[in-house]
């Protein structure tokens, strides 16, 4: 959703599709013509990189090499329970993946408004390898 929202404000995002079936993120792999490719898992929390589909030892971010390995990973993905440390062990349906290209950023930078009704409060970190699901 934040890389839609990027594109639509002008910012450089990296190309990307969303599929809901492992031969659709299979097709936007190939689309991709890149070696260097990402399949997250769209799921509602954090920590996806570090959590893992029930019963496999796969992640909710997976790098992969070629549209089959997208397809492969993606069948591990969809349909299936991510549980990371938010979830806990009910996890969460994954029904959807992002497959995207590879980036290597010089800089990373995170940028997180809360909005409540009595106080606006926002957060900029700008520090390298940065795991914000990490900090307390």
């Known amino acids: 959703m934040k890389d839609c929202l990027l594109k639509q404000a002008g910012i450089p995002t990296p190309p990307f599709g969303v599929a809901r079936s492992p031969d659709e993120a299979a097709k936007i792999a190939a689309d991709l013509k890149s ?10 929390t954090g920590g996806r990189g570090k959590g893992h589909f029930q019963n496999t030892t796969i992640g909710g971010v997976v790098m992969c090499e070629s549209p089959e390995q997208v397809k492969q990973v993606s069948e591990k993905m969809i349909g299936n329970l991510l549980i990371t440390k938010q979830t806990g062990v009910a996890g969460r349906i994954c029904n959807s993946v992002m497959v995207t290209t590879r980036m290597f950023p010089r800089k990373e930078y995170y940028l ?25």
């Open 35 to 44: 070696n260097d490719l990402v399949v997250k898992a769209q799921v509602l």
């Open 112 to 136: 997180s408004i809360m909005l409540e009704r009595t106080f606006n409060v926002s957060l900029r970190e700008n520090k390298l390898n940065l795991n914000i699901n990490d900090r307390k």
